[in-house]
């Protein structure tokens, strides 16, 4: 079984950053990353570690979030510069293979204009 703590979501100004930090434990699938929700909104895909390792961006942070990720402290990242106020959700940090998947409870992040 997985389990995913998600952390570093905060209020932050149009134009900054925020490092958003996911450590996992127990059984963890192959297919690892964020996904997002906005209200009013269903969730989104943001980025993810394929099963082959590569990574995969949802269109709308190409170029502005990057995921990474450091074993040897079981925890997943995801960088997110150039923030916009259309980036304001609940980030869940998402471990997943086929219809199987875990869920972290979710960190906001506010960004204001």
């Known amino acids: 079984q997985a389990q995913l703590a998600e952390s570093g979501g905060g209020l932050v100004q149009a134009g900054g950053s925020l490092r958003l930090s996911c450590v996992a434990s127990?059984?963890?699938?192959?297919?690892m990353g964020w996904h997002r929700q906005a209200p009013g909104k269903q969730r989104e895909l943001v980025a993810q570690?394929?099963?082959?390792?590569?990574?995969k961006y949802a269109d709308s942070v190409k170029g502005r979030f990057t995921i990474s990720r450091d074993n040897a402290k079981n925890t997943v990242y995801l960088q997110m510069n150039s923030l916009e106020p259309e980036d304001t959700a609940i980030y869940y940090c998402?471990?997943?293979?086929?219809?199987?998947?875990?869920w972290g409870k979710g960190t906001l992040v506010t960004v204001s204009s």
């Open positions: 998402n471990t997943q293979l086929g219809a199987m998947a875990y």
């Open positions: 127990g059984s963890i699938f192959p297919i």
């Open positions: 570690f394929t099963v082959g390792g590569t990574t």
